[in-house]
C-alpha cells in the first residue's frame, strides 16, 4: 500500500529500496484509498493523491522489471504448463506453469487435462513464449 496517512518522502524511499532489494517475482501494490468512518481517514498527514500515484507507479514499475527478469531465466528451459485457453482460429495456446509464469504457444490438437511440457523460447511482456514438446 503507498499513501497510507503519514508516509513521507523518506519512509516511501526506504520501502522503495527494500522491496528493490528482495527476490520476489510478483507485487501486488495499489494506494491507500480513503474510507469514511475508518480510523485511517481521521489521521493527520493524508497523502496527496498525485504523490500516492507516483508512489504507486515507482512500485509497480519495479515489481514489472522484476517479474520481467524472473521470466527470463527460464528461457532456454522447460516448464510443465496447466493448459487454461485454447484459441480455435489462432491455435495459440495459453497456460500457467507450477511457478505462475504465463506461457503461450502455438499449439495442435491434444489433451487438455494433461499438463503441457513448453520449451522457453521468450518472454512478451508479463508472458513467456515457448513451443510445445
Not at 517475482?25 to 493527520?44: I, K, L, N, P, Q
Not at 519495479?62 to 531465466?73: L, M, N
Not at 506461457?103 to 512478451?124: C, M, Q, Y
Given at each position: 500500500?503507498?499513501?497510507?496517512?503519514?508516509?513521507?518522502?523518506?519512509?516511501?524511499?526506504?520501502?522503495?529500496?527494500?522491496?528493490?532489494?528482495?527476490?520476489v517475482d510478483y507485487a501486488h501494490v495499489f494506494?491507500?484509498?480513503?474510507?469514511?468512518?475508518?480510523?485511517?481517514?481521521?489521521?493527520?498527514?493524508?497523502?496527496?493523491?498525485?504523490?500516492?500515484?507516483?508512489?504507486?507507479?515507482?512500485?509497480?514499475?519495479?515489481?514489472?522489471?522484476?517479474?520481467?527478469?524472473?521470466?527470463?531465466?527460464?528461457?532456454?528451459?522447460?516448464?510443465?504448463?496447466?493448459?487454461?485457453?485454447?484459441?480455435?482460429?489462432?491455435?495459440?495456446?495459453?497456460?500457467?506453469?507450477?511457478?505462475?509464469?504465463?506461457?503461450?504457444?502455438?499449439?495442435?490438437?491434444?489433451?487438455?487435462?494433461?499438463?503441457?511440457?513448453?520449451?522457453?523460447?521468450?518472454?512478451?511482456?508479463?508472458?513467456?513464449?515457448?513451443?510445445?514438446?
Amino acid at each position: 500500500i503507498t499513501g497510507f496517512p503519514g508516509e513521507s518522502d523518506d519512509s516511501f524511499e526506504r520501502t522503495y529500496r527494500f522491496f528493490s532489494s528482495l527476490p520476489v517475482d510478483y507485487a501486488h501494490v495499489f494506494s491507500y484509498s480513503r474510507r469514511d468512518g475508518t480510523e485511517a481517514a481521521g489521521m493527520a498527514d493524508q497523502v496527496p493523491e498525485r504523490t500516492k500515484k507516483l508512489r504507486t507507479s515507482r512500485l509497480r514499475e519495479a515489481g514489472e522489471e522484476k517479474r520481467h527478469k524472473f521470466i527470463e531465466r527460464f528461457i532456454g528451459r522447460d516448464l510443465e504448463v496447466i493448459v487454461e485457453k485454447v484459441s480455435a482460429k489462432s491455435k495459440v495456446c495459453q497456460g500457467t506453469s507450477d511457478n505462475y509464469i504465463k506461457v503461450e504457444w502455438k499449439g495442435e490438437s491434444f489433451d487438455r487435462t494433461l499438463p503441457a511440457n513448453v520449451h522457453i523460447t521468450g518472454r512478451n511482456g508479463d508472458r513467456a513464449v515457448g513451443t510445445r514438446r
